[in-house]
């Protein structure tokens, strides 16, 4: 009777009514996010953003003990997890696959999070250290777009969202080989910006400076850049504005104000100013 009562009242509701109801259904339409490097940092925390907000989650990082740790005490129908080593193109697709397979071919996010660091002066650091770097930074992205492709492509409004550095304005001396790695994200952001607008797929990148996670803290040494400018911001900051990008994507968004401020006079600044500017900061 009960159902009865509610067809015949929707039937009788006002068409600017039920368009405001359906338009309520689509908004609860459950979210589906690929996120890699999210065993700690920025990451996890922006694993606990969407996860707190309904969304299913694809997991991906080398240390599952760290994925495991997430998951407890959370609903695990909504969290898929992946031991994953992104430079591993086999292992990034198959890990893709089957994640966005088990949820009928859809991907509303990806998010590019994997990456790692080493600080030190280039002759001093190992050339297995340089080549990691590379590896997991701008390969692992490489293999998780394409990867990813063809399922971003079959959902609406889908966006891949790439964590770029401050790093990629001007090259840091003793971040030498990560700066080089976060230039390229930079430019396959924008290369890609523009080449999957015709597939209805959204590009963008966040640009965060030196943030408090243990990326820095697990350094054996420390820059004189890092010294100077310090890590103001933490993970949380990093995820507000991933989740900015996921609303309204922008094709390179600073993280904190007062860098946002730097990164849009590095626009209109002239390489020699940002030259003097980054040797000042490394000395």
Not at 15 to 34: P, W
């Amino acid at each position: 009777m009960i159902t009865i009562f509610a067809t015949i009242r929707t039937s009788l509701m006002p068409d600017t009514l039920k368009a405001q109801t359906s338009k309520t259904k689509k908004t609860i339409i459950m979210k589906i996010i690929f996120i890699t490097g999210a065993g700690m940092g920025i990451g996890r925390a922006t694993a606990q953003y969407f996860y707190a907000r309904g969304w299913t989650l694809g997991l991906a990082d080398l240390d599952s003990e760290a994925l495991a740790r997430f998951c407890d005490g959370k609903d695990t129908n909504r969290i898929s997890t992946y031991s994953l080593d992104v430079s591993d193109a086999k292992a990034v697709e198959k890990c893709i696959d089957e994640f966005c397979l088990n949820h009928d071919g859809q991907l509303d996010v990806l998010l590019n999070n994997a990456g790692i660091l080493k600080v030190g002066s280039f002759e001093d650091l190992s050339i297995e250290d340089h080549q990691r770097t590379f590896a997991v930074n701008v390969n692992g992205t490489v293999n998780c777009l394409h990867a990813a492709f063809t399922y971003l492509k079959r959902t609406p409004n889908s966006t891949a969202i790439n964590v770029s550095s401050a790093s990629s304005n001007y090259g840091v001396p003793e971040l030498s080989t990560y700066s080089a790695s976060k230039f390229a994200i930079k430019a396959l952001t924008e290369a890609l910006e523009l080449e999957w607008k015709e597939h209805g797929i959204n590009v963008c990148d966040v640009v965060p400076p030196f943030v408090n996670t243990h990326m820095l803290s697990s350094q054996d040494v420390t820059s004189k850049a890092l010294n100077k400018m310090g890590a103001q911001l933490v993970a949380s900051d990093v995820v507000r504005t991933i989740a900015k990008q996921v609303e309204s994507p922008k094709l390179h968004r600073p993280v904190g104000f007062q860098y946002a401020i730097l990164h849009y006079l590095s626009d209109i600044t002239p390489s020699f100013m940002q030259r003097w500017l980054m040797r000042y900061l490394s000395h």
